[in-house]
């Protein structure tokens, strides 16, 4: 079957940096995504990679080893509104997201 | 640009009635979009793929006699719960994909505002 994996909830301060893994197994492997969800609103697009390493964007910069399935978000210099859902997701070879679960940050001053 | 809305955003209606959200894209033409369903701390779960002009295509498990869509325009699709029950109350979202970015290196998919159904 196809799975994502990544933590349910992460806890940070303020300034700090943190680092959201995702691992997946799926059919096919057409790029990876990963989307903020702040409560009660849609997820919005943060960064794509489909080749192996980091893909830099301002304060985020997300990283893909796809030998290994995995992925993380890296947040720098972190700030309250960053705290939100963070969701990996998937394409598979179908070219259909499979979405992980999501990561809940908690930001704390 | 690429913006998509949905109609309403928010909706309480009674158990045995049927509610209509509609999803638009307002800059871009949109062959494909996408309902998803949100339960309260879960994933997003992909209901359905919308194509302008024919049938949708249903996940496993989501009655497609109950979840009616209709995707009539490349700007417009329609997803309307039918004989709702209070189980079905949650947090629905649609996604579009942008018909000029079709074949890019980064089709991205266009999220709508969602809403959230309560049904009482």
């Known amino acids: 079957g196809q799975n994502i994996d990544q933590p349910t909830e992460m806890t940070a301060t303020e300034g700090a940096i943190v680092q959201i893994n995702c691992t997946y197994q799926t059919s096919g492997f057409n790029g990876l995504f990963w989307y903020q969800q702040h409560a009660g609103e849609a997820p919005t697009f943060l960064s794509y990679?489909?080749l192996d390493g980091l893909e830099e964007k301002g304060r985020f910069s997300s990283f893909l080893s796809r030998s290994k399935g995995y992925s993380y978000l890296l947040l720098k210099e972190l700030q309250m509104k960053d705290s939100a859902s963070y969701l990996c997701a998937v394409r598979d070879s179908n070219y259909q997201l499979i979405w992980g679960a999501g990561t809940k940050l908690i930001i704390k001053p | 640009g690429a913006v998509v809305s949905q109609h309403p955003s928010w909706v309480i209606c009674k158990s045995g009635t049927s509610v209509k959200i509609e999803c638009r894209s307002l800059d871009f033409q949109a062959t494909t979009m996408f309902w998803y369903r949100q339960f309260p701390k879960q994933s997003l779960m992909l209901m359905a793929t919308s194509n302008e002009g024919s049938k949708a295509t249903y996940e496993q498990g989501v009655e497609k006699d109950k979840f009616l869509i209709n995707h009539a325009s490349l700007t417009l699709s329609t997803l309307t719960v039918t004989s709702a029950h209070p189980e079905d109350s949650s947090f629905y979202i649609c996604?579009?994909?942008?018909?000029?970015?079709?074949?890019?290196?980064?089709?991205?998919?266009?999220f709508g505002p969602g809403t959230r159904l309560t049904v009482t």
């Open positions: 996604s579009a994909r942008d018909i000029e970015r079709e074949g890019d290196f980064l089709p991205e998919q266009y």
């Open positions: 990679n489909v």
